[in-house]
């Protein structure tokens, strides 16, 4: 009963995907340069401003990273579902999940109602 067209979706998701992809290599190219800074700083002054701002940039970076990799799985999880005829179903109550919430999300796996009505989990 889905009107979803596969190839269409299979093609939003690939594009999401190496979107994806690439972002994580920006990401872990630009961390690794921070923690290079990090370790070519001198360690005796732990007030050192840009020490700090580094470590903080660092932050944000490792919690970018993680997110994204995240997305990945749920873009993978949902090619399988597309796959599998599952996708566009609400995974708790079974609805079919709003056309504008998979144009803006292709990985949701939960309607509106049930994603608002979740946990702290965006998909
Ligand atoms: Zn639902």
Do not use: F, K
Not at 3 to 19: G, N
Not at 45 to 70: C, F, I, K, N
Not at 116 to 122: C, E, I, K, M
């Amino acid at each position: 009963m889905t009107t979803h067209d596969p190839d269409r979706i299979h093609d939003t998701l690939h594009r999401e995907r190496s979107e994806t992809v690439s972002l994580i290599d920006q990401l872990s190219a630009r961390l690794d340069a921070v923690i290079e800074a990090t370790a070519d700083s001198s360690s005796d002054d732990e007030h050192d401003p840009e020490g700090s701002t580094l470590a903080v940039e660092r932050g944000h970076l490792v919690a970018q990273l993680e997110r994204s990799r995240v997305r990945l799985d749920e873009l993978d999880a949902a090619s399988i579902r597309v796959t599998a005829g599952t996708y566009g179903q609400c995974e708790n109550c079974g609805s079919p999940i709003a056309e504008a919430r998979l144009e803006a999300l292709p990985a949701a796996r939960l309607c509106i109602d049930c994603a608002s009505r979740g946990s702290a989990r965006r998909w």
